[in-house]
């Protein structure tokens, strides 16, 4: 028998571990082991999210538990849990403040029923499908039947609007065909809701624009003496991202219209806005009555 030396037995058996070694991995389709023979856990990249700060019901809001809730915070849970290769991260800031640190990259995205215009495309990345819609409305005092449409807000104010809302954007566009006699509208850093309904109920201002369901559930508690006066218009809202986040925003495309294919975001719509507001706009204003 041939006699092997102490230095070359502990040779080959390091050389055996190592061959059994790589075997292993190959069965595992090539991932690196984690002990026990079973692959390493996918990464996962952490995405930092601004959220509005400012309560925007029923999108977003802290509810009676201190907890955010709303159609768009439940939508981002939604592909929090179908996009496994992210985890969000959210910070609650002021509106103009999103905009800002998307922008500058400070946060990836950003989520606050944000309408598209050209100023806005040229510094961002919008994604190419709307997760949703804000169907907005003109209102008025109850005892006011002299508005109907904005072609009725000629020459009449509508309460001060932040120049970064999507609203706004509607309003210059109708001014900009109408420069002879626009509605008359002043802009402003920032404004609630809650402030914009005062306004008209004492007679300050003629009227104001605003997603109807945010009016409904802010005069709700405020129990002014208005009225929807008219549904002006139903526009899709969007996921707003750093320019640099193109492989994000395709992946939050492929989510999302999964997510309306199989039912789940019309039906969320249903749940917050009591209709479902993916049907056409007239399928959506037989749902409601207004006088």
């Known amino acids: 028998m041939k006699k092997f030396s102490l230095a070359a037995v502990i040779l080959a058996s390091a050389l055996a571990v190592t061959a059994c070694g790589s075997s292993s991995n190959k069965d595992n389709g090539g991932a690196p082991s984690t002990g026990g023979g079973q692959p390493a856990a996918a990464k996962v990249t952490v995405l930092k999210v601004a959220r509005n700060a400012v309560p925007n019901p029923p999108f977003s809001y802290l509810n009676d538990k201190n907890v955010m809730d709303g159609y768009t915070v439940e939508y981002l849970k939604l592909l929090d849990e179908r996009l496994e290769e992210y985890k969000f ?3 609650e800031i002021a509106r103009e ?3 800002v640190g998307v922008e500058s990259g400070k946060y990836d995205f950003a989520a606050n029923f944000y309408y598209r ?6 510094k961002y990345l919008f994604s190419a499908v709307e997760y949703g819609y804000s169907l907005n409305s003109l209102i008025v005092k109850k ?3 002299d508005i109907r449409s904005l072609d009725d807000m000629k020459g009449k ?3 001060p609007m932040s120049p970064s809302t999507g609203l706004r954007t509607l309003v210059v566009d109708y001014n900009k065909k109408n420069a002879s006699n626009p509605i008359l509208v002043e802009d402003i850093d920032a404004v609630t809701d809650a402030e914009a309904v005062q306004w008209v109920a004492s007679g300050k201002y003629d009227a104001f624009l605003t997603n109807t369901t ?7 508690q405020l129990k002014l003496p208005l009225k929807i006066a008219a549904y002006v218009t139903k526009e899709p809202i969007w996921v707003l991202f750093n320019k640099d986040k193109k492989d994000l925003a395709a992946r939050f495309d492929e989510a999302t ?6 039912g789940t975001l019309p039906a969320l719509s249903e749940k917050w806005f009591g209709v479902n507001m993916f049907k056409s706009l007239k399928d959506v204003n037989e749902q409601y009555k207004f006088k």
């Open 214 to 220: 945010v009016f409904e559930n802010v005069n709700a």
């Open 257 to 262: 219209k999964a997510l309306i294919d199989d």
């Open 117 to 122: 215009n050209p100023e806005r495309e040229a």
């Open 143 to 145: 005892d006011r039947d």
């Open 157 to 159: 104010k509508l309460t």
């Open 97 to 99: 403040a999103m905009l």
């Open 89 to 91: 991260e959210y910070e």
